[in-house]
């Protein structure tokens, strides 16, 4: 009898693990497969998630315009519940995200959406920006995320930190526009909690 218990258990963790490894690389397809090629930028993103799948979200998007938009997202917590909502969350974007226009109220209707659905325990930091490689104008939103860094040709870093609370927790909040300007050799790096709380 016991020996037919454990042979269920191990069949169930089969499938289990087969199930997981196909919802990471469903995952890993709502992703960016490349960043797009925007003359005088170098445009870098990668991701790995702790348990096969997670809650960490980044994407590019070319407008015709020729500006383009770059994001990072951090669902709270690990595995199937933070993929699931990584999944709604990337789905919103292309939606809201679709044209460029003002980045604020975008992020409003986002909060919205995402506190219309998102369970008491969960909430999604964010950070989004559009930037004019013409004139390295950045526009962006930073919705309770770790700060992305500047850091200056001269070895100067400077914080993006304007934009509101963590999405999903007021959804009447407003969330404000941050300014900044890219010069040549600077350079723009979003990440994650996995970065700053990452153990060797």
Known sequence: IEHAR????EQAERLLAKDLDQAAKIQMGLLPRCAPAISGFDLFGQTAACRGVGGDYYDFMAYPDGSFMMLVGDVAGKGMPAALMMSSLQARVHVLFENPGNLGAHVVRL???VAANCPDNRFITLFICNIDPQTGEVTYCNAGHN?????RANGEVEKLTTGGIILGIMPRF???EGQARLESGDSLVLFSD???EAAR
Do not use: F, R, S
Request: charged fraction near 10%.
């Open 6 to 9: 454990l042979a269920e258990v």
């Open 194 to 196: 996995g970065v700053t």
């Open 174 to 176: 407003v969330y404000q």
């Open 147 to 151: 700060p992305p860094l500047i850091v």
């Open 111 to 113: 909060n919205k959406a």
